[in-house]
């Protein structure tokens, strides 16, 4: 989709999330799928898919491969927190019915529209990769249910069955900024493959009884090559270009309503918007139907890409195939993940049970851990030795029993000590990275790299450009070497770096994040967070962004919670949404000349202190506005907001626990800090 047809997408799709919760962010909309495939990769798919489109037309009608049934095993992984969005068997079989109708045109179904019988049917698998008994569904406790969609990686981390053989779908609580789901197209990297929808719009009863199940039906669609029917507007060859289907009647923006709209008067003859099609954003009550060019583009993907899924070889080994009868009893099957395998001394390390068929009790064995067995499902097992250890679950649900080892599966390795403070990096060494400092760039595409067209000081800054960094979604790193935070002398030690951005559109909004670990990178804190205004230095502007001397921001963070770690990692982080250019320049950590002179002679006091339900902060002199930022003693920042340096301003505290906290009050290049206690 280009800038322009986006604009107009998003200004559309901002209505109805409005409506929905106006807490939502501007930029998100119900499916994910443009932002997340919106890259050349797909070019290559597309001609691909094509070609075949172009044989299967020439086909007479009933000739295998046009018109064949194809059956799709169907993996769910259920992503919970013990709540309800850990939903039911029944709630997960009643969306693979409505999928079942929506692309086979049952009729009697709500799938029985105007549309075709794509000849596609949906089987929840009955055989594992490994050929154990199952009900196709795998449920994991994880905090990773709240998704955020950079993070998808990580749910295939957890669990992921090969996706030549079933299509993998994950269902989570919440998707970030109210998204319903979102899926892959054919064609991508295997550990991408897959589909995440919120489990409270799957199925039609349970958590999904006010829902249609029409996420699942439309976001399977882009998982089988298909576009939004608005895909590019109104388009020039209404069969060379929009939704590359000729039968799907051109359409300038998406409708959120089932109201009759005609937005391209270029077809011939001019007929409606399709709002009864899947692949509009319309309600799931006015849909109903694919085109028989539709159904041609997913016979040609499951003809050119998806080849092994539907074989007859495949849906005997998953237990698909019509004449397959499963055994009166599936009985449990161990298994068992962590997202943290390699770990320092002392570390914790969190087990997820990834048992198959419903285990009711679990017995682990942890050489080398701390407690060395449990009996709970997920535990929380510290190691404090080098080396690498086995872990032993045996599951059972009373009446069958199962057990797994993973040989080494978890490595200690020693912390260390990091290098001493100060650090300090401006990047005019000209040599990108520079020493000691990684670049993560997990989608191998576009990246931070060296700048010499803006920078604070000397020749070098660097940058990431978001423009025509089109993964939406994907994180890239800046990574600085392991710290020893006890080298630090001083009273208050700091983080500083400069940073400058503009927008190409007031719509998207890129992310930095700064990151900080103490435990070699196992969990991180966020200790810094700026997007849409607060992470803005420049004017918007379609063309790449170059700041002047006036449009770079400094980001100072307090770091004192860590004083007494020895091995402190921090990373700054870039999400994109397709912005401009972000720019990084003078990382500086534990300077202990420098900060103080960035002290303003602000005159304010904060009382009560101890408090216990409000804090007012009192100015009796200068009038800049400031930013507030409260930060509790681990680090994590708790509550962030902007004031005007006058007078007297309550900020409610009552929701924080009590301990020590760290006020923090930062200007145009000022800063004062002050401890606080909240006591209950
Ligand atoms: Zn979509």
């Known amino acids: 989709m280009n800038s322009l047809t986006k604009s107009i997408f998003l200004a559309s799709a901002l209505l109805l999330v409005s409506n929905i919760n106006k807490a939502q962010s501007s930029t998100n909309n119900p499916c994910y799928f443009d932002e997340y495939t919106n890259n050349n990769s797909i070019l290559q798919t597309e001609a691909a898919i094509q070609a075949k489109v172009e044989i299967l037309k020439k086909l007479p009608v009933n000739k295998a491969g046009h018109d064949s049934s194809k059956t799709i095993p169907v993996v769910i992984h259920v992503l919970h927190i013990g709540g309800a969005e850990n939903i039911s068997d029944a709630q997960i079989q009643s969306q693979i019915t409505i999928m079942n109708e929506d692309y086979g045109k049952i009729a009697g179904t709500n799938g029985d529209g105007n549309g075709v019988d794509t000849k596609i049917r949906f089987c929840l698998a009955r055989i594992d990769p490994n050929g154990n008994c199952t009900n196709g569904i795998v449920r994991i406790y994880s905090t990773l249910t709240n998704h955020k969609t950079y993070e998808r990686a990580m749910l295939k981390q957890l669990s992921f069955w090969d996706n030549t053989k079933y299509m993998n779908i994950y269902l989570v609580k919440s998707i970030t900024g109210g998204v319903l789901g979102y899926s892959s197209f054919p064609g991508g990297p295997p550990d991408e493959d897959g589909m995440v929808v919120r489990s409270n719009v799957f199925g039609n009863i349970g958590t999904a009884a006010s829902s249609l199940g029409r996420t699942a039906s439309h976001e399977i669609g882009h998982w089988f090559g298909l576009y939004h029917t608005f895909n590019n507007g109104c388009g020039v060859d209404l069969c060379l270009d929009g939704d590359y289907i000729c039968d799907t009647p051109p359409q300038a923006t998406p409708s959120f309503n089932c109201n009759t709209l005609n937005t391209c008067s270029n077809d011939v003859p001019d007929v409606n918007d399709q709002k009864e099609n899947y692949m509009s954003y319309t309600p799931g009550s006015c849909k109903d139907m694919f085109t028989n060019g539709q159904k041609l583009r997913i016979q040609a993907t499951l003809d050119t890409i998806r080849t092994i899924i539907w074989s007859q070889t495949n849906l005997i080994a998953t237990g698909c195939d019509s004449n397959y009868t499963a055994p009166t009893v599936c009985g449990v099957v161990a298994n068992f993940v962590t997202l943290t395998p390699v770990v320092c001394e002392g570390n914790t390390v969190n087990f997820m049970d990834i048992s198959l068929n419903d285990a009711t009790s679990w017995q682990w064995t942890f050489p080398g851990g701390t407690p060395a067995t449990s009996i709970v499902e997920n535990p929380s097992i510290t190691y404090p030795t080098l080396g690498s250890y086995d ?182 982080v870039n999400i994109t949404d397709g912005g401009n250019n972000l720019y990084i320049d003078d990382i500086n950590i534990g300077i202990t000349t420098g900060i103080e002179m960035l002290e303003e002679e602000v005159q304010f006091t904060v009382y009560p202190n101890p408090a216990s339900d409000n804090i007012v902060i009192d100015f009796t002199k200068f009038s800049a506005d400031k930013t507030i930022s409260i930060y509790n003693s681990i680090g994590k920042l708790v509550l962030s907001k902007m004031i005007s340096a006058k007078g007297k301003h309550t900020i409610l505290v009552n929701h924080f626990s009590s301990g020590i906290y760290y006020l923090v009050l930062e200007g145009s290049g000022t800063l004062n800090t002050q401890k606080i206690i909240i006591s209950k």
Do not use: H
Not at 415 to 431: C, H, K, W
Not at 513 to 534: A, E, H, K, P, W
């Open 391 to 572: 872990v032993t679950l045996v599951v059972s649900d009373g009446s069958t029993i199962d057990s797994i080892t993973i040989p080494n599966y978890i490595v200690v390795s020693t912390p260390g000590v990091g290098t001493a403070l100060p650090f300090s990096e401006n990047f005019d060494s000209g040599i990108f990275p520079p020493q000691g400092i990684i670049i993560n760039n997990f989608d191998g595409g576009v990246t931070w790299g060296l700048d010499s067209a803006a920078s604070v000081s000397g020749n070098y800054s660097i940058k990431i450009d978001n423009y025509i960094n089109t993964n939406y979604g994907s994180s890239d790193e800046i990574v600085l070497p392991y710290l020893d935070f006890t080298s630090f002398t001083g009273t208050n030690m700091f983080m500083t770096f400069k940073w400058a951005y503009a927008r190409s559109d007031p719509s998207f909004s890129d992310e930095m994040i700064v990151l900080l670990s103490t435990d070699c990178g196992t969990n991180f804190n966020q200790i810094y967070y700026r997007t849409g205004n607060t992470l803005v230095t420049g004017p918007t502007q379609t063309t790449p962004f170059i700041p002047d001397s006036t449009q770079w921001a400094t980001a100072t963070i307090l770091l004192n919670p860590y004083l007494s770690e020895q091995y402190v990692q921090v990373k700054i």
